[in-house]
């Protein structure tokens, strides 16, 4: 497993914008997708953003398309989500993970992923 560590959370506006960054320790970084998910009150975490190992493929939730941007730095072994246009529906503790499997591909499902960080918590007032 690998540990990841959230960070860049707080409260912002609607319409405001928000930087969520992961670091990475442990398992090499570079051979795993990591994705970003995330669980608000009362709901189950659900996902967000994926990006594979070399950064080329990307893919995301109809709800954060065109305005959420997932990338990464395999040489600080961090993921970055950038989040614009922020909603209230927005609010959630998002969290980060790592895929189980070293390879090329990216998947979307929860039961994909072995490592999570702590979360962080984005609160989008209206």
């Known amino acids: 497993q690998v540990q990841l560590v959230e960070s860049g959370g707080g409260l912002v506006q609607a319409g405001g914008s928000l930087r969520l960054s992961c670091a990475a320790s442990?398992?090499?970084?570079?051979?795993?997708?990591m994705g970003w998910f995330r669980q608000a009150p009362g709901k189950e975490r659900e996902f967000v953003a994926t990006?594979?190992?070399?950064?080329?493929?990307?893919r995301y939730a109809d709800s954060v398309k065109g305005r959420f941007t997932i990338s990464r730095d395999n040489a600080k072994n961090t993921v970055y989500l950038q989040m614009n246009s922020l909603k209230p529906e927005d609010t959630a503790v998002y969290y980060c993970?790592?895929?189980?499997?070293?390879?090329?591909?990216?998947?979307?499902?929860?039961?994909?992923?072995?490592?999570w960080g702590q979360g962080t918590q984005v609160t989008v007032s209206s």
């Open positions: 990006i594979s190992r070399g950064g080329g493929s990307t």
């Open positions: 442990g398992r090499t970084f570079s051979n795993h997708a």
């Open positions: 993970a790592a895929d189980c499997l070293p390879g090329p591909y990216i998947r979307t499902g929860l039961s994909s992923y072995d490592s």
